[in-house]
């Protein structure tokens, strides 16, 4: 059958805060302009917000910028922070406060104070919110497609077109109705072109069209290697007495254990109280431990038994869970942006300031930035395919990039000092304004050390009532894959799970997956390495932290994975 083309002058590749902001700022300026401009943005999840998960403590300085009525316009922020504490756990029962004025001015969420990123200065655009990023998506959307974007959700982008020069031209979406075996069934429908001018790239963390454009285009050449954590989610109801709307606690330490013995794992831990009598609560880790037998999910589970968090917890009910790689490198990583034709924004190129572990406000505006850089050229009649390096004057003049310089020793501070020692470190670096000699982490996340040298470590069972199994929590992200079509989790070498990672690290897939898709099974005595693609959440750790770098994660049949609701 023949594959189908269309062409637009701007073509999207996912509808989280970046592409979809990206997609409201054309918009915007055709339609002052006057102007003709077609613009799509291609959606792999079901329906725009299906694959977005987040904390979520949202900046809305981009958003303000974006539409400056938001509130009139019914955007769903709907909490403002009202209390903001940050707590050491020192271990499973005991919890220290830090004092106010010990507090990084990164991690102040109330009010006004430190929202802007700009070390020393007070905020002009407002309160943070807890919010649900997914629906704050899922308002991007409406507005997109009420200025004229045509959004077609249950597509993947499978690969970006390329033209002899090297120049992209695109996108192509996944084939439908390809059997396990790779024939065509009665349904099949080859992908489309989508042909554009311009293609900017929002796949959020480690994006695996990102990752062929960074490695083509050579993006990262002089950049540290880009650092990544897996960040856990679960949404619940609790008991309206419990309930105090615009509580944010963040914290760190237990059940972390950044000890060299304990894997040199570091991380933190999030719990806000949202509307609706929701609680958020959430665990970071770091995907730069070292012990092949941590199991960042088991982590997790074993957090919500401090008591410091047990009790916002307690008498509720678990309504979701979900979880999502977050690429936190920073500055210090962020690979070039611009390509002939195209752009790569977001948490796909890795815009997320982890001080204070906020990336939507940045993807935000590394979309806007991209829109405005775009339209200009379209306007001015450019046939496209030119590599718009005004991106990068325009976007190393913005304060998302100020933000990101400012804590560019953040991360490697922590690596290297420890979660109390590189805490230290930058609060002091931020009361300096960034003075302290830069740190950096030049170590990729994929290095384990050996099970031979590493302690397992002996996880409490869950209590089906504050903690569960991985079943039954794939079960609350709606999961669903067609299960005749290939598996999406392309291995380089199908011999290396068994032959190489079980011997050498006791094969830590079966632990660093959030959902158990990896499992080593015994078959007429001997071992054998299972993917149960079905349950794929689309997390992308596999593809990070496979010691052997042997496994590719690529777009499933579009309309696949998670069905998250407001996460
Ligand atoms: C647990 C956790 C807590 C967090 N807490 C906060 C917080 O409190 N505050 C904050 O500001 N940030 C937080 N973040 C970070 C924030 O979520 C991200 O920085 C932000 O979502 C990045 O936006 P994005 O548009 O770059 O990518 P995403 O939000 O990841 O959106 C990418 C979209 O592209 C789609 N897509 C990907 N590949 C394809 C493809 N090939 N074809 C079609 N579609 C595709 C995806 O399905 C998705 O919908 C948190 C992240 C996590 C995981
Ligand atoms: S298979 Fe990979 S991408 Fe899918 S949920 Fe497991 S770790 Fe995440």
């Known amino acids: 059958m023949e594959r189908e083309a269309m062409d637009f002058d701007v073509v999207i590749v996912g509808a989280g805060p970046s592409g979809l902001s990206a997609a409201c700022r054309l918009m915007q300026q055709a339609n002052e302009a006057g102007r003709e401009l077609s613009v799509c943005v291609v959606e792999k999840g079901s329906e725009v917000g299906a694959h977005i998960l987040s904390g979520a403590v949202f900046e809305p300085r981009a958003l303000t910028e974006l539409f400056p009525d938001w509130a009139e316009r019914g955007a769903p922020l709907n909490t403002p922070v009202l209390r903001d504490e940050l707590y050491l756990l020192k271990d499973a029962a005991k919890a220290q406060k830090l004092p106010n004025a010990l507090v990084p001015k990164s991690m102040h969420n109330t009010g ?17 919110y807890v919010i649900s990023a997914g629906n704050l998506c899922r308002w991007l959307g409406e507005q997109a497609e009420a200025l004229g974007v045509e959004i077609f959700p249950g597509f993947a982008a499978q690969q970006a077109i390329v033209d002899d020069a090297g120049i992209v031209r695109g996108i192509i979406t996944g084939d439908m109705g390809v059997a396990a075996d790779g024939s065509e069934t009665a349904n099949y429908m080859p992908g489309m072109e989508l042909r554009a001018k311009y293609t900017l790239f929002c796949e959020g963390a480690r994006g695996h069209i990102g990752k062929q454009l960074i490695s083509r285009f050579d993006l990262d050449a002089g950049r540290d290697p880009q650092h990544y954590a897996i960040g856990f989610k679960e949404l619940w109801d609790v008991p309206a007495e419990q309930h105090e ?11 972390l254990d950044d000890k060299d013995h304990g894997g040199g794992s570091h991380g933190g831990w999030f719990l806000y109280h949202g509307d609706d ?7 970071i880790v770091d995907l730069a431990y070292r012990n092949p037998y941590l199991s960042p999910f088991d982590e997790f589970q074993r957090m919500k038994h401090h008591p410091l968090l047990k009790r916002h917890l307690e008498g509720g009910k678990r309504v979701a869970y979900g979880a999502r790689a977050i690429t936190k490198g920073g500055a210090n990583c962020l690979p070039k942006m611009t390509m002939p034709g195209a752009l790569l924004l977001g948490c796909d190129a890795g815009t997320l300031n982890f001080a204070k572990i906020k990336g939507i406000h940045t993807a935000m505006k590394s979309g806007l930035i991209a829109a405005e850089t775009v339209f200009t050229a379209i306007a001015a009649d450019d046939e496209g395919g030119k590599e718009l390096s005004e991106f990068t004057h325009a976007w190393e003049s913005s304060w998302a990039w100020q933000e990101l310089q400012a804590s560019r020793s953040f991360g490697p501070a922590i690596h290297k000092f420890g979660t109390v020692g590189g805490g230290a470190f930058n609060f002091v670096d931020q009361w300096l304004g960034g003075k302290l000699p830069l740190q950096r982490d030049t170590t990729p996340d994929h ?39 290939p598996c999406h989790l392309k291995l380089s070498d199908p011999d290396i799970p068994i032959a190489r990672n079980l011997p050498e690290y006791a094969e830590p897939a079966q632990r660093y997956c959030p959902v158990g898709v990896y499992e080593v099974v015994e078959e007429a005595g001997e071992p054998q390495f299972r993917i149960n693609f079905q349950n794929c959440i689309h997390c992308k750790t596999c593809d990070i932290k496979d010691p052997s770098q042997n496994i590719t994660w690529v777009a499933p049949e579009g309309g696949g994975g998670p069905n998250y609701p407001n996460m």
């Open 447 to 485: 290095q384990l050390k050996k099970a031979a040298e590493s302690a397992p470590i002996d996880y409490p069972k869950p209590d089906g009532k504050l903690s569960f199994d991985k079943p039954s929590s794939v079960f609350l992200s709606n999961t669903n894959h067609d299960e005749n079509q």
């Open 112 to 128: 006004h104070a430190g929202s802007n990123g700009a070390i020393g200065s007070n905020d002009t655009s407002g309160s943070n």
């Open 277 to 283: 009598q929701q609680v958020m609560v959430g665990l």
């Open 245 to 255: 709307p615009g509580l944010v606690l963040h914290g760190s330490g237990w059940p």
